[in-house]
């Protein structure tokens, strides 16, 4: 089913807002078989938004359009597809409903302007909102097309996009039903991926797509069938093939997050973790608690930038930084060490490399970062030669330490993975 | 001067990659006068692209694309110029040295298919790509329109329109020269700033712009006059008038970030800066770190995630933290302290507060964040109470944080901004 998605917001326009929802958008449409053809945005003007959705009508089945929903003048959406589409508003009693619950909820009193929220094209189902007033829009149009509104707030267009309209597309599917599972990567290049599936003979049935981001992949399976579960039968044992074939490379599924993946695996192993930052200069522990509850298993971090912290707060030996220089295997384990006795953590890691721009050599060239690990009974480091720019090569570095973590507490610290970037034991 | 944008890519329409070109675009464009009216995203088959690329044609006086240009066979961005305008590929020597010497350099030997990006359509100019191979190029077309295309790669693109686009968009306008002027200010509200400029009665002649983010928000002032040096003479006095109302609050200019600012003070000032986070979790030091060469400058910190660590190594009195709590003034006090002491910097700055989802209480709601800075001399707080989920409370807070640094540098700490946020001094 080709469509094409329609962002509307005069902030998009002007270059104040980066479009986040349009790759959100196109990513869960895909998933339901939906494949995103055109991606529009326009400002508020209610000649921009008519043109643009004559336009996206004209060609696709589905048009999804997001932004100007809202109570005040310058949210035309409603009026426009009302326009466009020949179906006059009207009030939709449930969509008023669930805007005066709102106000009474807050204990605000309701605004007249705000019941315009409640005003849709006929033949439209209102689509609820369960975090703001504006609802969604549903409206099957002529030869099979369908228009879909949703609010611009992020939050609350993932919400009704999660609750409405993706169970919605499904069953709209009819009798071809689409699952889809998406594995999470991280370690492994995409072309050792791409490598793999033709290894195991994916059949064609199942729709293959890679979604790379520095040094992580995700790789989504969708398969379509005559029913949810034939669709299942069909993915299910493609996934198993996958997972083992990739092995500890697989840190999650669906739209889980590695930092999250290492607080669970800290969690379950009641373990708690310290950490030593010299070049990613706290970004590992600002992932660490990026995650609600994180202050369970996160006892803190050092932040070492200066050399004198490394020996004053981490205790690194100071005839181990002379001889070796900070960035080395050895200050890397040393700093690992030091984390676990500063913090009083069941763990360590620790990280000191060579950022950039500048402070490279021939020797220690910008991007080589060690990484350190230590949970009392041994300590390990790994060499990793990043490439990109600063920010690129903390992200990076960054990822490669909780991916360390991570493959510790599952016990595969020695496994493809580690061995391939030398880990020493010591 | 209306515009329009046209990306082309495939991983935007898979929702593999977040269109961060289009705002970026919409932005500089809009400093030179061209107003973006519309902006289009489509995969790389030469059908949508020429689809487009023929629909921006018939509306737009300047279309710009972007992706497209490499060379592998789905970089089709130029083939479908020539077909659209009919001006056949023709090879620009300039541009194939240009290849040539890239290869050379990095002493990989030359790709025949690497040359394909040299070919542009006749009576295009190539425009120079300092950090890539495939130039950019520069199209007037017919009846004044202009057809301006990029690569995708925003290191590129970026690198490309600093140095060639934007200067020739600003000598194209002939008579009308544009200039402008951003201002990025913190701690003040987008409706105070829109009563400062009522207030100051800004002339018609000028062209603002709000953009606001997390409690920052960027004033662009833009001015269109007979020549640049007559455009700046009107934009000048205004800038010059706003510059002083809003204070302190104008933390840098044009593309500043707060920690870029916060870094060239502390070294103007020779001055070292240890951090002790809390709520925060190392975020405050990732961004401050994120600043190349930042290393003259930041010893390190202690991320302080549990109670312990702030009093092991940060050194708070553990009555100090029995009797009011780790949340709390006197805390962020002893902890920008103890990260003076223990990181041994000329300043510390310290963060403790709610992150949330949980852990708040009716006295101590999430959001609830207390700023310390001690010079040695002097140590105070600040109080701060935030919106939004965890990560934008970790955002916010981190802002601040910066902020309390860069003001305590200039001097004005117990200034406007500070008093009304109660700061406080022992």
Redesign the interface.
């Known amino acids: 089913m080709p469509a094409e998605l329609l962002t509307i917001g005069s902030e998009?326009?002007?270059?104040?807002?980066?479009?986040?929802n349009?790759?959100?958008?196109?990513?869960?449409l895909?998933e339901v078989g939906v494949a995103?053809?055109?991606?529009?945005?326009?400002?508020d003007a209610p000649d921009?938004v008519g043109g643009?959705l004559r336009?996206a009508l004209s060609r696709a089945e589905i048009v999804l359009t997001t932004g100007g929903l809202g109570p005040t003048f310058d949210d035309v959406t409603m009026d426009i597809i009302a326009q466009v589409t020949h179906r006059p508003l009207a009030l939709a009693p449930m969509a008023a409903a669930a805007v005066r619950r709102f106000y009474t909820k807050r204990h605000r009193r309701l605004q007249q302007a705000a019941l315009r929220q409640a005003y849709l094209p006929s033949g439209g189902t209102a689509l609820p909102n369960p975090l703001g007033t504006a609802p969604g829009l549903w409206l099957p149009l002529e030869v099979g097309r369908l228009l879909i509104a949703l609010p611009g707030v992020p939050a609350e267009m993932r919400a009704i996009m999660e609750r409405s309209v993706l169970p919605r597309l499904r069953r709209r599917n009819g009798r071809t039903a689409i699952e889809s599972r998406t594995l999470r990567t991280i370690g492994i290049v995409e072309l050792s991926i791409e490598a793999i599936l033709r290894r195991l003979r994916v059949p064609r049935t199942i729709d293959i797509?890679l979604?790379?981001?520095l040094r992580m992949v995700d790789v989504r399976l969708t398969a379509a069938a005559s029913s949810a579960r034939e669709a299942r039968r069909c993915l299910e044992p493609v996934e198993r093939r996958l997972r083992r074939a990739l092995g500890a490379a697989v840190y999650g599924a669906g739209e889980d997050t590695l930092e999250e993946i290492v607080g669970a695996r800290l969690l379950e192993r009641h373990r708690?973790i310290g950490?030593a930052?010299s070049c990613?200069?706290?970004?590992?522990?600002?992932r660490?608690?990026?995650v609600?509850?994180?202050?369970r298993y996160?006892?803190?971090?050092?932040?070492?930038?200066?050399n004198?912290?490394k020996w004053?707060?981490l205790g690194v030996p100071r005839t181990l930084l002379a001889r070796h220089g900070a960035v080395s295997a050895p200050v890397a384990r040393a700093m690992a060490q030091g984390a676990r006795r500063?913090?009083?953590a069941d763990l360590g890691v620790a990280l000191t490399g060579i950022?950039?721009?500048?402070?490279g050599s021939a020797d220690k060239p910008v991007g080589l970062v060690f990484i350190g690990f230590s949970d009392g009974r041994r300590t390990i480091s790994q060499r990793l030669q990043l490439l990109g720019?600063?920010?690129a090569i903390?992200t990076q570095a960054a990822q490669a330490a909780l991916n360390v973590i991570r493959l510790q507490l599952i016990g595969r610290g020695g496994s493809r993975l580690g061995r391939r970037r030398s880990v020493r034991q010591d």
Request: aromatic share 4%; glycine share 12%; hydrophobic share 40%.
């Open positions: 998009l326009l002007s270059g104040a807002t980066v479009n986040t349009a790759a959100y958008l196109a990513r869960r895909g995103c053809r055109r991606q529009v945005a326009v400002a921009a643009a336009d797509g979604y790379p981001h708690t950490v930052e990613t200069g706290g970004l590992v522990t600002d660490l608690t990026n609600p509850g994180s202050s996160v006892r803190g971090a050092i932040v070492a930038y200066a004198e912290v004053r707060v500063a913090l009083d950022a950039g721009p500048s402070g720019n600063r920010t903390k």
